[in-house]
């Protein structure tokens, strides 16, 4: 950590430094409320709700066939055909479509024509329009699953409004979409969120990757957990799968008061001024949509007790989100004692004139703030290690905070070492295209189950 006086810690450490003791509390919490999410008598109020993702069984490296994947979760969607040989191996081709406004505010009916019209497009010009193809669906909006092809919209988000299409099952309308059509012979296999995809996508490399984990823009993650202890998996099988991946959806962790003895008075700025405050406080302190903001929040009240610019603040410091979560990277990437990234974004903030000593207290800001996601989403995975109870792990992992922070990897690290029994070996690896790959993965899986079961 970058050094600075004693007025500076005694300002920002007491809120914001978090000691062993305060993840242990933090740990003791989230596994409380995984236990509530779990069960059906308790999960209405748990702040961890723990979906099923009816996701059972893991890639096992050897997989092989053509399988499509489909990745809608903003303006635009992706296809992809994915070509498994095998051992790892792996070729594929994809094309991003474009979603006009007036499909994204037009009728469900509207949105999945377009959809299985692309759908149509894409495998004609890869030759495959004959080939009966499994297609994994990642599907990012909230969703409520009841079975691997049954999910109903919540409620749409990101701009999206499509008719007719909340608390139906988005599978179905795609497979009426596509029944119309008499171009295209496609399975949907499975839906699935992007956080499974990560863990799947993982798990096809590293056969002990059991936890799956968002932290970028949002934070989630997933895990591997005992079917039995899964109340709400009910399947029709005769023969019940010993796990399940739970779909955690830890980012509302806090919202009904397990994080009350670590908020501090800059988490509830950034809630109170949100579009949907009293939610998603654990993803508030963690995810990249926040970090920015958090730091720029200390900043302003350390020049407003007149230990930073000489108590000057720009117009631009001085409002919402214009310190952005990039400049957290830069500033964290210089070297100690060299502060180029931090003038260069103080100089894009109109503060022009900062000392050394300003550039060093706001890299401590950034730093604390980093640090304290990093301990916050470890403390939570290190819980899902527990569960599991493996001592040999690996955690895939995807976003932009994990993918271009220079630290966040080393200090997950060394936060979940502190924390876990020392027999532990875990390790994180990168994820590659989980709701692509992921996607694929998924309906290989799934399609493979179907064949064994005939």
């Known amino acids: 950590m970058t050094k600075v006086s004693q007025k500076i810690h005694d300002l920002i450490d007491c809120d914001l430094v978090l000691d062993k003791n305060k993840l242990q509390n933090v740990m003791i919490n989230f596994e409380r409320e995984i236990k509530k999410g779990l069960k059906k ?3 209405a109020e748990s702040e961890v709700k723990c979906f099923v993702t009816y996701v059972t069984k893991l890639p096992q490296g050897s997989e092989t066939g053509k399988f499509l994947a489909l990745d809608l979760g903003g303006t ?10 095998g051992e790892e191996d792996y070729e594929f081709e994809s094309k991003i479509y474009a979603i006009p406004q007036s499909i994204m505010l037009g009728s469900g009916t509207e949105l999945f024509d377009h959809i299985a019209f692309c ?5 004609r010009e890869n030759k495959v329009q ?41 599978v179905e309308l795609l497979e009426d979409a596509i029944r119309k059509r008499n171009d295209i012979k496609i399975l949907i296999c499975a839906i699935l969120n992007d956080t499974t995809g990560t863990l799947m996508s993982c ?3 590293y056969n002990n990757c059991k936890i799956g984990v968002i932290i970028g823009t949002g934070t989630n993650a997933c895990y591997m957990e005992k079917s039995c202890k899964a109340e709400f998996f009910e399947t029709n099988d005769k023969v019940r799968e ?5 779909n955690t959806e830890f980012g509302a962790f806090g919202e009904k008061g397990s994080l009350n003895e670590i908020i501090t008075m800059y988490d509830k700025d950034v809630d109170e001024n949100s579009i949907n405050a009293g939610n998603q406080l654990f993803e508030k302190m963690i995810s990249g949509m926040y970090m920015g903001e958090l730091v720029r929040l200390v900043i302003v009240r350390l020049a407003e007790k007149k230990l930073l610019f000489n108590g000057k603040i720009s117009e ?3 409002t919402r989100y214009q310190f952005y979560t990039k400049y957290v990277s830069e500033i964290e990437a210089d070297d100690e004692n060299v502060f180029m990234m931090a003038r260069e974004v103080l100089n894009e903030l109109d503060i022009h004139d900062a000392t050394d000593e300003d550039c060093r207290i706001v890299r401590y800001c950034c730093e604390v703030i980093s640090r304290r996601a990093a301990q916050l989403v470890s403390s939570a995975l290190a819980v899902l290690m527990l569960r599991i109870g493996d001592p040999n792990i690996t955690i895939g992992v995807d976003g932009s905070v994990y993918r271009f922070h220079p630290k966040f990897h080393d200090l997950m690290t060394d936060t979940i070492k502190e924390i876990v029994p020392s027999n532990y070996n875990f390790k994180f690896v990168l994820s590659e295209d989980g709701s692509g790959r992921g996607a694929a993965l998924v309906a290989a899986v799934a399609s493979r189950d179907i064949k064994d079961k005939i």
């Not at 759908?119 to 495998?123: I, P």
């Not at 010993?242 to 739970?246: A, K, L, Q, S, Y």
């Open 41 to 43: 008598a308790s999960q």
């Open 76 to 85: 635009n969607f992706r296809v992809l055909l994915i070509h498994l040989k």
């Open 316 to 318: 631009k410091l001085k």
């Open 119 to 123: 759908l149509a497009e894409f495998v």
């Open 242 to 246: 010993e796990n399940v991946i739970i």
């Open 203 to 205: 798990a096809w490399k």
């Open 130 to 170: 004959d080939e009966v193809l499994p297609l994994g669906f990642t599907f990012s909006f909230p969703c409520q699953q009841n079975g691997l092809t049954k999910g109903l919209l919540i409620k749409w988000t990101k701009g999206f409004n499509c008719s007719d299409v909340v608390n139906k099952n988005v």
